[in-house]
C-alpha cells in the first residue's frame, strides 16, 4: 500500500471507531440531537406566539416556525460540535493517544475520524430536525437544488465549527473545559439573526450581529429554504466558512502535534 | 555497559532531557541485548517514564543517540514505531469499544487485514485468559483485566522490542505474577524488554539487566547478582531476652548497632560461615548469652538504598557500613 492509502485506511478505522463512540454513547449523542428538537418545541410553542406577532403575519406562530427553522439547525451544528469537542477532549486526556502515537499509523487519522464522525452525526441531526419540522407545519418553497445549496451550506459551516472545536478540546485541560469551551458559540448564534431579525435589535448590537459568521449562513439558509433573495449573504457566509475551517485547521494541527512534547513526566 | 550490536536491542548513548529548568535526565546511558529484559529501576520522579517516552518517540530528547532495532529514534521514527509495542503507565485502552474492538482496532491501524487481525485478536484473547470477556465493554474489566489486555493491545503485530513502564503498578499479587510469567514468556520468544518499575523484587524476579536510575542519572548498573555482590548491606541481627545482654554486646562489638526496643544487635557480616563461626565464637568465649539469630544477605533493598539518595528517608534499618553513606 502506498502512504495516500494508508492514511485513507487509518482515517476510515478511525472513523469506524467514532461512529461507534457515538453508538456506545448513546445518553450524550441523544442529548445533541435531542436538544436542538426540544429548543424548537420550545421557540414555536411557547415564544412563537408573540415573536409570530412581531413578524406581522397573520399566523404568526406557523410564521415564526418558518422563520426559526434556521436558527434551530445552526443549534443542531453547535451542539454536535460541542460533542466534537468533548470526545476530543476525552481521546487527549487517556492514555490510548499515546498508544497511537506511538505506532506506525497517519498522523492525523485520529483528528480526520473526530471530524468525518462529527459531520455525519451534524447531517443526521440536521434530517432529524427538519423532519421534525415538518411534522410541526415547515413550510418551505425550495426545489431540490436550493436544498441541497441549504444543506451544502451547513454542512460547510459545520465543518469549519468541527475543525474549530477539535482545536479547543485539544487545547482544553479536563474534558469540563472542554464541554464548556463552545458555549461561546451559543451566545453568538442569540446575537444573529438565527432567532429574530437584526433590525429589531439595538444598533449597537446590530452591527454586531449584522457582521459575525451566524448572520450570513442564517440569512442564507433562511433564504434557499424560502425562497427569498439570498444576496450576498452566501459569500460571505462561505468565506466565514473557509477562513475558520482554516484557522481552525492549523490551529488543531499545531496543538495535536506539539501536545505533551514539554510535559514533565 | 555491555556492547550491543548496533542492529538489534536498544542502544541509548547519552540522552539528555529537560523540562524548563529541571534536568530530568542527565546523559543516560543504556544497552539491551536482543532477547533480553532490562529493568530500570528508581524512585518516583527518576527519570523513568521521560526516558521510554523518549525512545518510543513520543518525546524529543534534547540531545544524545537512540537506535532500537537498528532504526534511529530521531531520524527514522516511523522505523522505529513499526518494530516497537508500548505499554504505558496509564491503561491505554479505549473505554468505549470492548475487548475484542480494542484488539481488532490495533489490527486495523497495524494494516494486518480482516482475517488475520481477527485470529491474532482472538489468540491474544486466548493467551491472556480475556476469552469470556471479549465482548464486554472495558467499563466492566478488573485492574488486571485492563492491564492484560492493554499489554495484549501492544502485542497485536508481535513487536521486537517492547517497553513496559511499570506494568505491574496497582496490581495485586496475583495478577502481578501472571504479568511477570507474561513477560517471561516474551523474552524467551526472543522479545527485547526494557521495563520501568520501582519495585525491586520485579526487577530481581525479570530483569536480565538493571540498570539503577536516580535523578536522571545512572547510578548502578548490571545483572541482580553483581549489583548484590557489589553492595555491602549484609548482617546478622543477633536476638537477645534481656537489655543488660544487649548492652554488654553492643560494647564488645564497637561496630554493630543496638535496637533497644527490640533487643537486637544488627552486626555488619559478609555472609560466609567462616565469619559467623568466628563472630558466635566470640560471644561464646565473652559469656555473651545470644537467644537466637537470624542472617541477612544483601537484597536489591540494600542496593537501591546504598545507591539512591533518598535512603535517608526511606531506609528501614540503620546502614551499619560506612561506605553505604559515602558511596552517594
Same mark, same amino acid.
Given at each position: 500500500?502506498?502512504?495516500?492509502?494508508?492514511?485513507?485506511?487509518?482515517?476510515?478505522?478511525?472513523?469506524?471507531?467514532?461512529?461507534?463512540?457515538?453508538?456506545?454513547?448513546?445518553?450524550?449523542?441523544?442529548?445533541?440531537?435531542?436538544?436542538?428538537?426540544?429548543?424548537?418545541?420550545?421557540?414555536?410553542?411557547?415564544?412563537?406566539?408573540?415573536?409570530?406577532?412581531?413578524?406581522?403575519?397573520?399566523?404568526?406562530?406557523?410564521?415564526?416556525?418558518?422563520?426559526?427553522?434556521?436558527?434551530?439547525?445552526?443549534?443542531?451544528?453547535?451542539?454536535?460540535?460541542?460533542?466534537?469537542?468533548?470526545?476530543?477532549?476525552?481521546?487527549?486526556?487517556?492514555?490510548?493517544?499515546?498508544?497511537?502515537?506511538?505506532?506506525?499509523?497517519?498522523?492525523?487519522?485520529?483528528?480526520?475520524?473526530?471530524?468525518?464522525?462529527?459531520?455525519?452525526?451534524?447531517?443526521?441531526?440536521?434530517?432529524?430536525?427538519?423532519?421534525?419540522?415538518?411534522?410541526?407545519?415547515?413550510?418551505?418553497?425550495?426545489?431540490?437544488?436550493?436544498?441541497?445549496?441549504?444543506?451544502?451550506?451547513?454542512?460547510?459551516?459545520?465543518?469549519?465549527?468541527?475543525?474549530?472545536?477539535?482545536?479547543?478540546?485539544?487545547?482544553?485541560?479536563?474534558?469540563?473545559?472542554?464541554?464548556?469551551?463552545?458555549?461561546?458559540?451559543?451566545?453568538?448564534?442569540?446575537?444573529?439573526?438565527?432567532?429574530?431579525?437584526?433590525?429589531?435589535?439595538?444598533?449597537?448590537?446590530?452591527?454586531?450581529?449584522?457582521?459575525?459568521?451566524?448572520?450570513?449562513?442564517?440569512?442564507?439558509?433562511?433564504?434557499?429554504?424560502?425562497?427569498?433573495?439570498?444576496?450576498?449573504?452566501?459569500?460571505?457566509?462561505?468565506?466565514?466558512?473557509?477562513?475558520?475551517?482554516?484557522?481552525?485547521?492549523?490551529?488543531?494541527?499545531?496543538?495535536?502535534?506539539?501536545?505533551?512534547?514539554?510535559?514533565?513526566? | 555497559?555491555?556492547?550491543?550490536?548496533?542492529?538489534?536491542?536498544?542502544?541509548?548513548?547519552?540522552?539528555?532531557?529537560?523540562?524548563?529548568?529541571?534536568?530530568?535526565?542527565?546523559?543516560?546511558?543504556?544497552?539491551?541485548?536482543?532477547?533480553?529484559?532490562?529493568?530500570?529501576?528508581?524512585?518516583?520522579?527518576?527519570?523513568?517514564?521521560?526516558?521510554?517516552?523518549?525512545?518510543?518517540?513520543?518525546?524529543?530528547?534534547?540531545?544524545?543517540?537512540?537506535?532500537?532495532?537498528?532504526?534511529?529514534?530521531?531520524?527514522?521514527?516511523?522505523?522505529?514505531?513499526?518494530?516497537?509495542?508500548?505499554?504505558?503507565?496509564?491503561?491505554?485502552?479505549?473505554?468505549?469499544?470492548?475487548?475484542?474492538?480494542?484488539?481488532?482496532?490495533?489490527?486495523?491501524?497495524? &494494516?494486518?487485514? #480482516?482475517?488475520?487481525?481477527? *485470529?491474532? !485478536? %482472538? =489468540?491474544? $484473547?486466548?493467551?491472556?485468559?480475556?476469552?469470556?470477556?471479549?465482548?464486554?465493554?472495558?467499563?466492566?474489566?478488573?485492574?488486571?483485566?485492563?492491564?492484560?489486555?492493554?499489554?495484549?493491545?501492544?502485542?497485536?503485530?508481535?513487536?521486537?522490542?517492547?517497553?513496559?513502564?511499570?506494568?505491574?503498578?496497582?496490581?495485586?499479587?496475583?495478577?502481578?505474577?501472571?504479568?511477570?510469567?507474561?513477560?517471561?514468556?516474551?523474552?524467551?520468544?526472543?522479545?527485547?524488554?526494557?521495563?520501568?518499575?520501582?519495585?525491586?523484587?520485579?526487577?530481581?524476579?525479570?530483569?536480565?539487566?538493571?540498570?539503577?536510575?536516580?535523578?536522571?542519572?545512572?547510578?548502578?548498573?548490571?545483572?541482580?547478582?553483581?549489583?548484590?555482590?557489589?553492595?555491602?548491606?549484609?548482617?546478622?541481627?543477633? &536476638?537477645?531476652? #534481656?537489655?543488660?545482654?544487649? *548492652?554488654? !554486646? %553492643? =560494647?564488645? $562489638?564497637?561496630?554493630?548497632?543496638?535496637?533497644?526496643?527490640?533487643?537486637?544487635?544488627?552486626?555488619?557480616?559478609?555472609?560466609?560461615?567462616?565469619?559467623?563461626?568466628?563472630?558466635?565464637?566470640?560471644?561464646?568465649?565473652?559469656?555473651?548469652?545470644?537467644?537466637?539469630?537470624?542472617?541477612?544477605?544483601?537484597?536489591?533493598?540494600?542496593?537501591?538504598?546504598?545507591?539512591?539518595?533518598?535512603?535517608?528517608?526511606?531506609?528501614?534499618?540503620?546502614?551499619?557500613?560506612?561506605?553505604?553513606?559515602?558511596?552517594?
Amino acid at each position: 500500500m502506498t502512504t495516500l492509502a494508508y492514511a485513507l485506511s487509518d482515517s476510515r478505522v478511525m472513523l469506524r471507531r467514532n461512529l461507534k463512540h457515538q453508538l456506545r454513547y448513546p445518553s450524550m449523542t441523544v442529548m445533541l440531537i435531542g436538544m436542538p428538537i426540544v429548543l424548537l418545541l420550545l421557540f414555536v410553542y411557547v415564544f412563537g406566539g408573540q415573536l409570530g406577532a412581531g413578524l406581522g403575519a397573520h399566523e404568526g406562530r406557523s410564521a415564526y416556525l418558518d422563520y426559526v427553522v434556521p436558527g434551530l439547525l445552526l443549534i443542531t451544528v453547535i451542539s454536535v460540535v460541542q460533542g466534537t469537542a468533548i470526545m476530543v477532549a476525552m481521546d487527549m486526556t487517556g492514555g490510548i493517544i499515546d498508544r497511537f502515537r506511538t505506532m506506525a499509523i497517519a498522523r492525523g487519522s485520529v483528528l480526520t475520524g473526530h471530524v468525518l464522525g462529527s459531520l455525519m452525526q451534524t447531517l443526521a441531526g440536521i434530517a432529524i430536525l427538519i423532519g421534525v419540522a415538518f411534522g410541526l407545519g415547515f413550510h418551505s418553497s425550495a426545489g431540490p437544488l436550493h436544498w441541497f445549496a441549504a444543506i451544502g451550506i451547513l454542512a460547510l459551516f459545520a465543518f469549519a465549527l468541527i475543525w474549530l472545536a477539535v482545536a479547543l478540546g485539544l487545547a482544553a485541560k479536563s474534558v469540563e473545559t472542554a464541554s464548556n469551551t463552545p458555549m461561546v458559540l451559543f451566545l453568538l448564534l442569540f446575537l444573529s439573526s438565527g432567532f429574530v431579525a437584526t433590525a429589531t435589535m439595538p444598533t449597537v448590537l446590530r452591527q454586531f450581529a449584522e457582521y459575525q459568521p451566524f448572520t450570513p449562513v442564517a440569512d442564507t439558509v433562511r433564504g434557499l429554504l424560502s425562497g427569498g433573495a439570498i444576496g450576498d449573504h452566501a459569500i460571505a457566509a462561505i468565506a466565514w466558512s473557509t477562513g475558520i475551517a482554516i484557522v481552525a485547521y492549523l490551529w488543531a494541527i499545531r496543538l495535536y502535534n506539539r501536545r505533551r512534547a514539554a510535559e514533565p513526566n | 555497559m555491555t556492547s550491543v550490536s548496533a542492529a538489534t536491542g536498544i542502544v541509548a548513548q547519552d540522552v539528555c532531557k529537560s523540562f524548563g529548568d529541571h534536568l530530568v535526565l542527565d546523559k543516560v546511558s543504556l544497552a539491551v541485548e536482543e532477547g533480553t529484559i532490562l529493568a530500570l529501576l528508581g524512585p518516583n520522579g527518576a527519570g523513568k517514564t521521560t526516558m521510554v517516552r523518549i525512545l518510543s518517540t513520543l518525546i524529543p530528547a534534547d540531545s544524545g543517540s537512540m537506535r532500537i532495532a537498528g532504526h534511529d529514534v530521531v531520524t527514522d521514527p516511523d522505523g522505529v514505531r513499526a518494530v516497537i509495542g508500548v505499554t504505558g503507565q496509564f491503561s491505554a485502552v479505549d473505554n468505549l469499544l470492548t475487548g475484542a474492538e480494542n484488539l481488532q482496532l490495533m489490527a486495523d491501524l497495524r &494494516h494486518l487485514g #480482516r482475517e488475520a487481525g481477527r *485470529r491474532r !485478536a %482472538a =489468540e491474544l $484473547l486466548e493467551q491472556f485468559d480475556l476469552t469470556d470477556a471479549a465482548h464486554k465493554l472495558l467499563s466492566t474489566y478488573s485492574g488486571g483485566m485492563r492491564r492484560r489486555l492493554d499489554l495484549a493491545m501492544t502485542l497485536v503485530d508481535q513487536p521486537r522490542v517492547i517497553f513496559l513502564d511499570e506494568p505491574t503498578t496497582g496490581l495485586d499479587p496475583r495478577s502481578r505474577r501472571t504479568m511477570w510469567q507474561i513477560i517471561r514468556g516474551l523474552a524467551a520468544a526472543g522479545v527485547t524488554i526494557l521495563l520501568t518499575t520501582q519495585y525491586l523484587d520485579e526487577a530481581d524476579q525479570l530483569a536480565d539487566r538493571i540498570a539503577v536510575l536516580d535523578q536522571g542519572r545512572i547510578v548502578a548498573e548490571g545483572t541482580p547478582a553483581e549489583l548484590k555482590s557489589r553492595t555491602p548491606g549484609g548482617h546478622v541481627r543477633l &536476638h537477645f531476652s #534481656r537489655l543488660d545482654l544487649l *548492652r554488654s !554486646a %553492643a =560494647e564488645f $562489638l564497637p561496630a554493630a548497632a543496638p535496637d533497644q526496643d527490640q533487643l537486637v544487635l544488627q552486626v555488619p557480616a559478609d555472609g560466609t560461615v567462616d565469619s559467623l563461626r568466628e563472630l558466635l565464637d566470640e560471644l561464646h568465649r565473652a559469656r555473651i548469652e545470644v537467644e537466637r539469630l537470624s542472617i541477612h544477605a544483601p537484597d536489591l533493598d540494600d542496593v537501591f538504598f546504598a545507591v539512591t539518595s533518598s535512603h535517608v528517608s526511606a531506609q528501614p534499618y540503620q546502614d551499619p557500613t560506612p561506605q553505604g553513606a559515602a558511596k552517594r
